[in-house]
């Protein structure tokens, strides 16, 4: 048995005549099926000053007059074939929704519906993800060492222990890290860096620095860097991962922490219960 469909299409402006399709009717003489766009973004911006609740009635309509074995409001079988009845409604229509006029098919119905419903119903595009840079990378760690110290003091004492531009004196110069936390002297450090674009090598190179400059002063010192690893849409995301393992594997044997953005929190709050600690024992 031969197969039909015809796509459904709103036409805001009968003058312009242009049209966005919202639906596919794919049937033979004995079965219905229609399907519509799950969301109606690309209608909106297709017609912004119009009210499009309409075309979601029509939607909820054409699913319980499909399910009869009717093809469209009013339809009326008659006897009369079902491809004939919609060419007729397509030739004599005139309001802002219009059918195609059916085309034939060797598929059965439900995989019809399933192939057009790909091919003609296009949904919203996805959003392409923003890379982040270093900067990002700092703002990260600085969210989440402000709100780890936000659960652990008072929002003023959270404020003047956070300090941003704070310079950490190293075995050979001081250095400046994204974010400390420093109550007279620092207690901890982190440092945020991005593999979700290509870093320079000179950023990369100057963090390891840092680090082993600080670690030569201080060994036990809680330093940690934040890396945003490589976006699976990175390009060439492989590149960018060994170049992201790699600094990893340094900067872990240089004595730094490296650590996803998801634990910074859980780090920083291991790191100040151990200072507290140590000072309770200090006083005792």
Request: glycine residues 4%; charged residues 20%; contains cysteine.
């Amino acid at each position: 048995m031969v197969s039909r469909y015809s796509i459904i299409q709103y036409v805001p402006d009968a003058i312009a005549n242009e049209r966005i399709n919202i639906g596919v009717l794919a049937f033979d003489d004995q079965v219905v099926r229609v399907k519509f766009l799950a969301k109606w973004n690309r209608v909106v911006h297709f017609a912004p000053s119009a009210d499009i609740s309409f075309l979601r009635d029509f939607s909820q309509d054409m699913q319980s007059i499909t399910a009869q074995g009717l093809l469209f409001p009013g339809d009326c079988a008659k006897g009369q074939p079902n491809h004939e009845r919609l060419l007729q409604a397509c030739q004599n229509w005139c309001n802002s929704i219009q059918f195609t006029e059916p085309k034939g098919s060797l598929e059965k119905v439900d995989d019809l519906l399933a192939e057009i419903s790909q091919r003609f119903l296009v949904g919203p595009l996805p959003k392409a993800k923003v890379l982040r840079d270093r900067q990002a990378a700092a703002q990260v760690a600085t969210t989440h060492i402000r709100a780890t110290l936000q659960k652990l003091y008072s929002q003023g004492q959270a404020r003047e222990l956070l300090r941003k531009g704070y310079r950490i004196q190293g075995k050979h110069k001081k250095h400046q890290f994204d974010v400390t936390v420093a109550n007279g002297h620092p207690l901890l450090a982190v440092h945020g860096i991005s593999f979700e674009i290509h870093p320079p090598a000179q950023i990369l190179d100057s963090l390891a620095f840092m680090i082993l400059d600080i670690k030569e002063s201080a060994p036990h010192f809680p330093l940690a860097v934040v890396a945003l690893p490589p976006a699976p849409s990175s390009d060439p995301s492989e590149k960018l991962s060994h170049l992201y393992q790699e600094h990893r594997t340094t900067y872990e044997t240089l004595g730094a922490r490296v650590i996803g953005e998801e634990e910074v929190e859980c780090w920083a709050m291991e790191q100040l219960q151990v200072t507290a600690q140590l000072q309770v024992t200090a006083q005792l």
